[in-house]
């Protein structure tokens, strides 16, 4: 009966890798319900993107004290993985710290891992302590009330776990090399579980293998359910800030795109020789004129999606943003939440109505951001530079603006007086185009 | 102390057979703001002072369309900008230079795209470069020893990466340049961008002037120097609403060359 716990093993293993799977393709498929946008050219400037901004964290040392932190945390994800990949094959076939045959290599890589386990578990408490007894006040927004609060110390929890039990583990398995166990090999370097491993001792042999078996077992089951917590929490930024900075704007940060169907509508208002009465050609007819802006997530294109799923709100972006520091409604992120949130009830309209999206009646304007807060945008791009990972909120603050005024003529009246102003005489203010020289001859 | 300048038009060059080195997009805040037209002057004696052969499109000129596109209106965008690309392009426009961040953004980033390619440059960096090729010499003269702040544009900054050049100017009249806390990438906005200028502010617990004012005031200055017409316009009301239009002034980095030149 000695295969009974790796079968177990196997099957905790595939259901726990091929839930994640299911959530990826349904990810995926959300993403994909946005508008189609090239993003492919420069391929150079994007690997560098990727490798400077997410694999390098860049971006995240403009603030220091987190940002060193998040990368100790962030090493300590990337690296303690290699410990996961031993726990792995020792779980399928039944071996004990496989890797053992390295000799003093493994000595330095167990030992790594658990100073960098000890290092997360510091930085996890720094920034649960940030968040909760200090109380910055990106974290207490009107918009992290509820589940974004909770959700984020949950995240904490699991971590802070995960790192206990990767060290109870280790520190009950130096204790069975010492007493000098069966199957306990005698192998890694114990720096920081050697320091705990007296709790364990006086306590029988096979009352330290429950506790190393119980940690070992924890630790990976709680490395699944984290992974599958993942697509459910604001936690999807470790996968996808990869993506999300390789597809991130390369253009100036000042240049807004110019749209399309506009263009060809102004050429044919300006073209002398154009027919406005003309009959549309073959296969126009049906087709139903595209709509301006967006006033739903599906109107967005596919890569503002993904910056929503990429969100970690961290609130960088709101705390920069001249609109909410002086009380405005407007907050980035979020911009940034509600498009997931959208997104994510538009996805669920469609997995239980087999496949179609059924009219809820419902959209991310109004339903969920408001016009109010479109309207206290500065278009500063503070929002977009502050940003750890590329995302950029003001792409999709002017996308739905472009709906107010094109689609609903809902501009604020002085807005409206303006673009008057300028449609009749070429200025923002009421001034003669005509007098436009004036100046040179004034005093 | 105007009868002197000289503001010759595309169409009186185009006349002569003439065409300029370098078109002068002055935009509508400096053609009709009475606060900005003194800064399109100041850029102009500084130009006339240089020697260079500039233009202005005088009457043809009309708003780049930034504020409307900002507005979320691409339709009065792009009408505006392909009446002003007309007009550009039959002028066999090459180079344009403009002391709006605002113009600069709009024509340098999106006019290419709608048939309207042009070297564009913000006119901190065509003085810093008028300096570089010693066309144009500046001495500290009164600014010397000055404590001067520099509020960057968003749109010439973050927008666009220009940090340098108008703080490399400030640097040359001796003065000492003094930084805010939010500069360079951070720089806060004034207030006015994205159409605010043309708007009342959202409910909020302050204006986003005031509270960009209350960062400069904190560097102690004598002057806020600013190089975007609508910052000017924001940061004045601002140093006006703290009353402290006696102790210091906001001015734009043409300005600044100017006067410290006694142009």
Redesign the interface.
Known sequence: MNWIPNILFAIVLIIGIGFFAKNVKKLVRNIKLGRDIDRTDHKKDRWNNMIRIALGQGKMVVRPVAGIMHIIVYVGFIIINIEVLEIIIDGLFGTHRIFAFLGGGYDFLIGSFEVLALLVLVAVFVFWVRRNVIKLKRFWNPEMKGWPKNDANYILYIEAVLMCLFLTMNATDYQLQQLGAEHYTQAGAFPVSQLIAPLFEGLSQSALVMIERSAWWLHIVGILFFLNYLYYSKHLHILLAFPNTWYANLEPKGKLDNLEAVTNEVKLMLDPNADPFAAPSEGDEMSEPEKFGASDATDLNWVQLMNAYTCTECGRCTSECPANQTGKLLSPRKIMMDTRDRLEEIGKNIDANGGTFKEDNKQLLDNYITKEELWACTSCNACVEACPVNINPLSIIIDMRRYLVMEQSAAPAELNNMMGNIENNGAPWPYNQMDRLNWKDEA | ???T?K?P?MAEMMAQGKSPEVLFW?G?A????DRA?KI??AFVKLLNKAKVEFA?L??E???T?D??????????F???A??NIEVMNAYEVKKIVTACPHCF?TI???YP??GGTYEVVHHTQFLKSLLDDGRLTIEGGQFKGKRITFHDP??LG????VYEAPRDLIKKLDAELVEMKNCR?????C??????????????????N???TEQALETKPDVIAAACPFCNTMMTDGVKGKEKEAELQVMDVAELIANAEDL
């Open positions: 102390m105007s009868d300048i503001v038009t002055v509508c400096g053609s009709f703001d037209k399109t002057k202005v005088g009457t000129e009309s708003c369309g504020p409307a596109k900002r507005s979320g209106n691409e339709f009065l792009q009408m505006q392909v009446t953004n340098k980033n999106e795209a709608l968003c749109y973050r927008a666009n990466n990438k951070k720089g806060f906005c207030g006015a961008g994205g159409a605010q200028m043309f708007k009342e502010p959202e409910k909020g617990n302050k204006d986003v005031i509270e960009r």
